[in-house]
Nanobody, 122 residues
Framework: QLRLVESGGGLVQPGGSLRLSCAAS????????IGWFRQAPGKEREEVSCISSSDGSTNYADSVKGRFTISRDNAKNTVYLQMNSLKPEDTGVYYC???????????????WGQGTQVTVSS
């Protein structure tokens, strides 16, 4: 079965950290550009970070630069999003998506995960 599975979401206080995982099943993630997207209640989905398939170059939305880090572990067929200094406005459902042989930005033309909830609140 070909799919992406996110994990690692939860409830965290402002200033805290979470690490999200995006694990691929049935295909090799290294061949894909991977994007992390989030959707807050009442807002459109936005791409917060991506990592390209070829050279591993990365992009970040201005709102998360310096706080979030995207990375790959090819041995685990997984992409991570390390989120530090979290703010209440980071709250939302986080999705990962994959495009075959794609530089950033990623559009999710091939695969989407089911999403994981991140809530930043005191």
């Amino acid at each position: 079965q070909l799919r992406l599975v996110e994990s690692g979401g939860g409830l965290v206080q402002p200033g805290g950290s979470l690490r999200l995982s995006c694990a691929a099943s049935g295909f090799i993630l290294d061949y894909y550009g991977i994007g992390w997207f989030r959707q807050a209640p009442g807002k459109e989905r936005e791409e917060v970070s991506c990592i390209s398939s070829s050279d591993g170059s990365t992009n970040y939305a201005d709102s998360v630069k310096g706080r979030f880090t995207i990375s790959r572990d090819n041995a685990k067929n997984t992409v991570y999003l390390q989120m530090n200094s979290l703010k209440p406005e980071d709250t939302g459902v986080y999705y990962c998506a994959a495009d075959y042989l794609k530089w950033c930005p990623v559009h999710g033309r091939d695969y989407w995960g089911q999403g994981t909830q991140v809530t930043v609140s005191s």
